[in-house]
């Protein structure tokens, strides 16, 4: 089945560094855009970022202002996103998603906490 599996978050301080990582499996990885969402109790879901399957990125500019990078590995499933500059407000959980065959799909979320 359809699967995206998300890791490489934890507790960074602000103005740290994280890369996140999306392996997935079950479709044809190279032929979907892929996007980063992420959730907190305040805001709720926000969209961050998203890839074409060629390799064309979009940012959320008012959450992200040049400070993430996405990327994607079609060889290797492989779906990314560096963090940097971060600020407390980047706390949330992390996840990616893709809509297959007009579904969408989601991980299961990593935590990205930004504290001192």
């Known amino acids: 089945e359809v699967q995206m599996v998300e890791s490489g978050g934890g507790l960074v301080q602000p103005g740290g560094s994280l890369t996140l990582s999306c392996a997935a499996s079950g479709f044809a990885f190279a032929d979907y855009a892929m996007n980063w969402v992420r959730q907190t109790p305040g805001r709720g879901l926000e969209w961050v970022s998203t890839i074409s399957y060629s390799g064309g990125a979009t940012y959320n500019e008012e959450s992200v202002k040049g400070r993430f990078t996405i990327s994607r590995d079609n060889a290797k499933k492989m779906l990314y996103l560096q963090l940097n500059s971060l600020k407390p407000e980047d706390t949330a959980v992390y996840y990616c998603?893709?809509?297959?065959?007009?579904?969408?799909?989601w991980g299961q979320g990593t935590q990205v906490t930004v504290s001192s």
């Open positions: 998603n893709s809509v297959i065959a007009g579904y969408p799909y």
